[in-house]
Protein backbone atom coordinates (compact mmCIF):
# COMPACT_ATOMS: atom_id res chain seq x y z
CA UNK A 1 0.00 0.00 0.00
CA UNK A 2 1.47 3.39 -0.81
CA UNK A 3 0.56 6.48 0.40
CA UNK A 4 1.03 10.45 1.13
CA UNK A 5 -0.09 13.53 2.77
CA UNK A 6 -0.44 16.38 1.07
CA UNK A 7 -1.56 20.24 1.14
CA UNK A 8 -3.66 20.67 -1.94
CA UNK A 9 -5.50 23.30 -4.09
CA UNK A 10 -9.17 22.57 -4.90
CA UNK A 11 -7.93 22.19 -8.33
CA UNK A 12 -5.02 20.06 -7.58
CA UNK A 13 -7.51 18.03 -5.50
CA UNK A 14 -10.09 17.62 -8.24
CA UNK A 15 -7.02 16.69 -10.96
CA UNK A 16 -6.06 13.54 -8.68
CA UNK A 17 -9.68 12.72 -7.70
CA UNK A 18 -9.85 12.19 -11.97
CA UNK A 19 -6.68 10.71 -11.86
CA UNK A 20 -6.98 6.66 -12.81
CA UNK A 21 -4.09 5.76 -10.70
CA UNK A 22 -5.71 7.22 -7.33
CA UNK A 23 -7.97 4.99 -5.74
CA UNK A 24 -9.08 7.36 -2.33
CA UNK A 25 -8.70 10.67 -0.86
CA UNK A 26 -9.58 10.77 2.36
CA UNK A 27 -9.17 14.67 4.19
CA UNK A 28 -7.23 15.20 7.27
CA UNK A 29 -9.14 15.39 10.61
CA UNK A 30 -8.27 17.45 13.72
CA UNK A 31 -9.37 14.85 16.73
CA UNK A 32 -10.50 16.08 19.88
CA UNK A 33 -8.90 14.51 23.19
CA UNK A 34 -11.43 12.33 24.75
CA UNK A 35 -10.05 11.99 28.27
CA UNK A 36 -8.02 13.45 30.64
CA UNK A 37 -8.25 10.09 32.57
CA UNK A 38 -4.62 8.61 31.57
CA UNK A 39 -2.24 9.61 34.24
CA UNK A 40 -4.69 8.71 36.91
CA UNK A 41 -6.14 5.00 35.01
CA UNK A 42 -1.91 4.30 35.00
CA UNK A 43 -1.36 5.11 38.35
CA UNK A 44 0.70 7.99 37.61
CA UNK A 45 1.18 11.48 39.45
CA UNK A 46 1.08 14.41 36.80
CA UNK A 47 2.95 16.17 39.44
CA UNK A 48 6.63 17.53 38.03
CA UNK A 49 8.04 15.50 41.41
CA UNK A 50 6.76 12.02 40.35
CA UNK A 51 9.37 9.60 38.85
CA UNK A 52 7.56 9.23 35.39
CA UNK A 53 8.42 13.14 34.77
CA UNK A 54 11.74 12.56 36.55
CA UNK A 55 12.76 9.52 33.55
CA UNK A 56 11.79 11.70 30.84
CA UNK A 57 8.55 9.98 30.39
CA UNK A 58 9.78 7.03 28.92
CA UNK A 59 13.73 8.34 27.44
CA UNK A 60 15.61 5.77 26.86
CA UNK A 61 13.53 2.77 28.37
CA UNK A 62 14.61 -0.53 26.88
CA UNK A 63 11.68 -2.21 25.64
CA UNK A 64 11.59 -6.39 25.62
CA UNK A 65 9.35 -8.06 23.39
CA UNK A 66 8.53 -11.52 23.05
CA UNK A 67 8.48 -12.89 19.13
CA UNK A 68 9.40 -16.42 18.68
CA UNK A 69 9.81 -15.57 15.05
CA UNK A 70 12.64 -13.06 14.69
CA UNK A 71 13.67 -12.69 10.84
CA UNK A 72 16.80 -10.41 11.54
CA UNK A 73 17.28 -10.00 7.82
CA UNK A 74 13.60 -8.12 7.98
CA UNK A 75 14.45 -3.96 6.95
CA UNK A 76 12.12 -3.93 10.52
CA UNK A 77 15.58 -4.93 12.19
CA UNK A 78 17.46 -2.48 10.39
CA UNK A 79 19.38 -0.48 12.84
CA UNK A 80 20.57 2.66 10.38
CA UNK A 81 20.10 5.50 12.23
CA UNK A 82 20.03 4.26 15.57
CA UNK A 83 21.88 5.19 18.62
CA UNK A 84 24.52 2.64 20.47
CA UNK A 85 22.79 0.11 22.65
CA UNK A 86 21.73 2.06 26.32
CA UNK A 87 25.37 1.55 28.44
CA UNK A 88 22.71 0.24 31.20
CA UNK A 89 21.90 -2.94 28.97
CA UNK A 90 23.26 -5.89 30.69
CA UNK A 91 22.08 -8.60 28.69
CA UNK A 92 23.87 -10.54 25.68
CA UNK A 93 22.75 -11.55 22.37
CA UNK A 94 22.76 -15.73 22.65
CA UNK A 95 22.92 -17.07 19.69
CA UNK A 96 20.46 -20.11 19.82
CA UNK A 97 18.42 -22.38 17.22
CA UNK A 98 18.93 -20.43 13.75
CA UNK A 99 19.70 -17.84 15.24
CA UNK A 100 23.83 -16.32 15.11
CA UNK A 101 24.69 -13.87 17.78
CA UNK A 102 26.58 -12.34 14.68
CA UNK A 103 22.81 -10.72 13.59
CA UNK A 104 22.59 -8.54 16.90
CA UNK A 105 22.80 -5.05 16.08
CA UNK A 106 21.85 -1.84 17.44
CA UNK A 107 18.31 -2.12 17.20
CA UNK A 108 18.10 -6.24 17.78
CA UNK A 109 20.05 -6.41 21.11
CA UNK A 110 18.96 -9.33 22.05
CA UNK A 111 17.18 -12.90 20.89
Known sequence: MDGLAAQLTETELEYLQKH??????RPDRKLQIQ?????????????RENGWYQAGFGSGAIIGVLDTGV???SPSFNDHDMPPVPKKWKGICQSGKAFNSSNCNRKLIDA
Open 20 to 25: PDVISI
Open 35 to 47: TTYSYKFLGLNAA
Open 71 to 73: WPE
